[in-house]
């Protein structure tokens, strides 16, 4: 190893490519700042080249291959309906690398300096940068950690073989599972159980604890109605106790809904699991950078950690672990360090699962109210009342919103079916706005189209819905 003699100054230095590190960066340079980028791998993080974006193409193509059916119906015909799973690979490793090469390229074009290598903190303004036999040496004014997260296997499995698939794994398969067994129940597992079943493979999937569900309970029925139409093997409030691996299956052993004990045999485990913050080979222990017992990292509000001049953003942080919490986090922390007065609020970050069809959920729920002991007035608007639902075979579904019967102030919105995804900004937007019933039912809608449901749901709340059943006097009742 070449030891550089001389540390190097830098004014910003961001450790961690991803999401939230190449967003900071950018917006650095836009603020003016002098920003290094140190990135051991591939540009985008795992988010671009082994979770968030791969996962999207597979509910893409499990998405469109679900419409094959209403296609035919609207005179669009397919000879012979097969699926070509190599293909869809390739697809996948061109989109991805079309993305990779899109951020470089805006790294490059803002003038931010990239380096590669494995950085570790030497001290409190100085971190070594290994990459191969060269080791670099850098002084730094301010730096951001974004080092992003790892899955990790759940302490019932001891040994990890080559059938059992963790999150940044599972879109790497090289032919499509025979029998996809799906432990977990966040948005990672529902949609890897939704887009494989779509795609042919049978799947099997174990719900874990319900209360750790993300969603609103509207949304978990339908799930399950959706799943079970669609031959998934649903198991509900499953407890994982084993695996057993041989050269041809694996074997999953569980405690069951009824607490009893069941083995089911798969191809293949997928287990959406736990994570740990990549901050092991960091050095933030010898340098006293304060974390909680899970190695997460305390920041303030303005992402600073208990070092003044070192910042963290993103997976490594408490909270969600989610690329949008990354991006704005990483926003912030640069702004701070430019000398603004930044603001991260996570309160209405919505939850979203790109399943089949998509779901998302924003604010309280129903049991989140009524658990913080409030009144609500609720109304659940069925998508199959939808003009435009009807036209697109996109009627499964509903739109749920949640209001104050006093103030009229709109404190959840929950969503299953087509457009939940685009739309979920705006029910984001209403809920930062303190948005009234009538803020929603003010404006004129595009007709026909989804956005008539949000409409709708609003105004069932005091039974003035048009295109759903009147509603029964006890259901406008305050809950």
Same mark, same amino acid.
């Given at each position: 190893?070449?030891?550089?003699?001389?540390?190097?100054?830098?004014?910003?230095?961001?450790?961690?490519?991803?999401? +939230?590190?190449?967003?900071?960066?950018?917006?650095?340079?836009?603020?003016?700042?002098?920003?290094?980028?140190?990135?051991?791998?591939?540009?985008?993080?795992?988010?671009?080249?082994?979770?968030?974006?791969?996962?999207?193409?597979?509910?893409?193509?499990?998405?469109?291959?679900?419409?094959?059916?209403?296609?035919?119906?609207?005179?669009?015909?397919?000879?012979?309906?097969?699926?070509?799973?190599?293909?869809?690979?390739?697809?996948?490793?061109?989109?991805?690398?079309?993305?990779?090469?899109?951020?470089?390229?805006?790294?490059?074009?803002?003038?931010?300096?990239?380096?590669?290598?494995?950085?570790?903190?030497?001290?409190?303004?100085?971190? +070594?940068?290994?990459?191969?036999?060269?080791?670099?040496?850098?002084?730094?004014?301010?730096?951001?950690?974004?080092?992003?997260?790892?899955?990790?296997?759940? *302490?019932?499995?001891?040994?990890?073989?080559?059938?059992?698939?963790?999150?940044?794994?599972?879109?790497?398969?090289?032919?499509?599972?025979?029998?996809?067994?799906?432990?977990?129940?966040?948005?990672?597992?529902?949609?890897?159980?939704?887009?494989?079943?779509?795609?042919?493979?049978?799947?099997?999937?174990?719900?874990?604890?319900?209360?750790?569900?993300?969603?609103?309970?509207?949304?978990?029925?339908?799930?399950?109605? $959706?799943?079970?139409?669609?031959?998934?093997?649903?198991?509900?409030?499953?407890?994982?106790?084993?695996?057993?691996?041989?050269?041809?299956?694996?074997?999953?052993?569980?405690?069951?809904?009824?607490?009893?004990?069941?083995?089911?045999?798969?191809?293949?485990?997928?287990?959406?699991?736990?994570?740990? *913050?990549?901050?092991?080979?960091?050095?933030?222990?010898?340098?006293?950078?304060?974390?909680?017992?899970?190695?997460?990292?305390?920041?303030?509000?303005?992402?600073?950690?208990?070092?003044?001049?070192?910042?963290?953003?993103?997976?490594?942080?408490?909270?969600?672990?989610?690329?949008?919490?990354?991006?704005?986090?990483?926003?912030?922390?640069?702004?701070?360090?430019?000398?603004?007065?930044?603001?991260?609020?996570?309160?209405?970050?919505?939850?979203?699962?790109?399943?089949?069809?998509?779901?998302?959920?924003?604010? $309280?729920?129903?049991?989140?109210?009524?658990?913080?002991?409030?009144?609500?007035?609720?109304?659940?608007?069925?998508?199959?009342?939808?003009?435009?639902?009807?036209?697109?075979?996109?009627?499964?579904?509903?739109?749920?919103?949640?209001?104050?019967?006093?103030?009229?102030?709109?404190?959840?919105?929950?969503?299953?079916?087509?457009?939940?995804?685009?739309?979920?900004?705006?029910?984001?937007?209403?809920?930062?706005?303190?948005?009234?019933?009538?803020?929603?039912?003010?404006?004129?809608?595009?007709?026909?189209?989804?956005?008539?449901?949000?409409?709708?749901?609003?105004?069932?709340?005091?039974?003035?819905?048009?295109?759903?059943? *009147?509603?029964?006097?006890?259901?406008?009742?305050?809950?």
């Amino acid at each position: 190893m070449v030891v550089g003699e001389i540390s190097q100054q830098r004014n910003l230095i961001i450790i961690g490519g991803g999401p +939230g590190g190449y967003s900071a960066a950018i917006r650095g340079a836009q603020l003016g700042l002098s920003v290094t980028l140190i990135e051991q791998a591939e540009m985008g993080g795992v988010c671009l080249n082994k979770g968030c974006i791969p996962s999207k193409i597979f509910t893409h193509a499990a998405a469109k291959k679900a419409d094959t059916a209403h296609l035919n119906e609207l005179g669009i015909e397919f000879d012979d309906n097969t699926f070509n799973y190599r293909k869809l690979l390739d697809y996948k490793d061109k989109a991805i690398n079309g993305l990779r090469a899109g951020v470089e390229s805006l790294c490059k074009n803002n003038k931010i300096e990239l380096i590669r290598g494995k950085a570790t903190f030497l001290g409190t303004d100085k971190i +070594g940068v290994e990459n191969g036999h060269q080791f670099d040496i850098f002084k730094f004014d301010q730096a951001i950690i974004a080092t992003g997260s790892t899955p990790i296997l759940p *302490p019932t499995i001891n040994e990890k073989g080559k059938r059992i698939l963790l999150s940044h794994e599972i879109f790497e398969l090289e032919k499509k599972p025979e029998h996809l067994v799906v432990l977990g129940q966040d948005y990672i597992a529902l949609e890897v159980a939704s887009s494989f079943a779509a795609l042919g493979a049978k799947v099997s999937i174990l719900l874990e604890d319900k209360s750790s569900f993300a969603f609103d309970e509207s949304i978990h029925k339908e799930m399950l109605r $959706l799943f079970k139409r669609s031959k998934l093997n649903v198991y509900k409030e499953a407890q994982l106790l084993s695996s057993n691996e041989t050269e041809s299956e694996i074997s999953i052993t569980f405690k069951n809904d009824k607490n009893v004990e069941e083995t089911i045999q798969g191809s293949h485990l997928f287990i959406a699991g736990l994570r740990k *913050p990549n901050v092991d080979s960091l050095g933030i222990g010898r340098i006293g950078l304060a974390q909680t017992n899970e190695g997460f990292i305390h920041v303030d509000a303005y992402m600073r950690t208990s070092i003044p001049s070192i910042f963290a953003i993103g997976d490594v942080t408490e909270g969600p672990l989610l690329a949008i919490k990354a991006i704005k986090q990483g926003k912030a922390a640069v702004e701070a360090i430019a000398g603004h007065k930044p603001e991260v609020d996570i309160t209405f970050m919505p939850v979203v699962a790109h399943t089949i069809p998509p779901a998302v959920s924003v604010g $309280l729920t129903e049991q989140n109210a009524l658990d913080f002991g409030l009144k609500v007035r609720v109304s659940q608007y069925p998508l199959g009342g939808n003009g435009y639902a009807s036209i697109t075979a996109k009627k499964d579904g509903f739109i749920k919103v949640i209001s104050d019967p006093a103030t009229e102030i709109i404190s959840g919105i929950h969503m299953m079916g087509e457009g939940a995804i685009e739309m979920s900004g705006s029910f984001v937007q209403l809920l930062e706005m303190a948005a009234k019933e009538e803020d929603v039912k003010f404006p004129l809608y595009a007709h026909p189209g989804l956005g008539e449901g949000l409409l709708e749901a609003v105004e069932g709340l005091i039974g003035q819905a048009i295109h759903a059943p *009147p509603a029964k006097k006890k259901d406008l009742s305050i809950i």
